[in-house]
């Protein structure tokens, strides 16, 4: 799918001019979560509708995926989420959606945020082939754009 492409160069590019790394990830065992936050005002209204995003510019993406190291390699891996983020004001539930494509596995999910405000996440999710569920914490600050 030519639109899921566009979205995933547009999350990456989106985290590279709104954060220092451009790829973040841990690891949790054999599993890497890779994350990324990025402003909807980056995704073109193409992309947001084909996904139902809602762009706006105190709206923003929270992106998952994991990979499994086996051996020399890697392999997506599916996994079971749930999460939520917060700030000082407003506490939110995160309703992830799934997107697949030639071998890829992406979780996406939108939240609000306040400009210059320190958004926290919990996110606790269980990779296929995993024996237990981990627990990730971070927090990320966002701007206006």
């Known amino acids: 799918m030519r639109m899921l492409r566009i979205l995933v160069t547009l999350l990456v590019l989106g985290t590279l001019s709104s954060a220092p790394k451009a790829q973040q990830s841990e690891m949790f065992g054999p599993f890497e979560l890779h994350y990324s936050v990025v402003n909807t005002t980056f995704l073109s209204p193409e992309v947001a509708a084909n996904y139902g995003i809602t762009r706006g510019k105190k709206r923003a993406i929270l992106n998952l995926a994991v990979r499994e190291h086996i051996g020399d390699g890697t392999a997506a891996r599916n996994m079971l989420l749930q999460g939520r983020t917060w700030d000082l004001i407003q506490n939110q539930d995160l309703e992830f959606q799934e997107i ?3 071998g890829a596995i992406y979780y996406i999910a939108e939240f609000k945020f306040i400009n210059e405000e ?8 269980r990779p296929e082939g995993a024996d237990k569920t981990y627990t990730f914490k971070f927090k990320h600050q966002l701007y206006i754009n």
């Open 118 to 125: 320190w958004r926290f996440f919990e996110i606790d999710f």
């Open 100 to 102: 697949r494509e030639s």
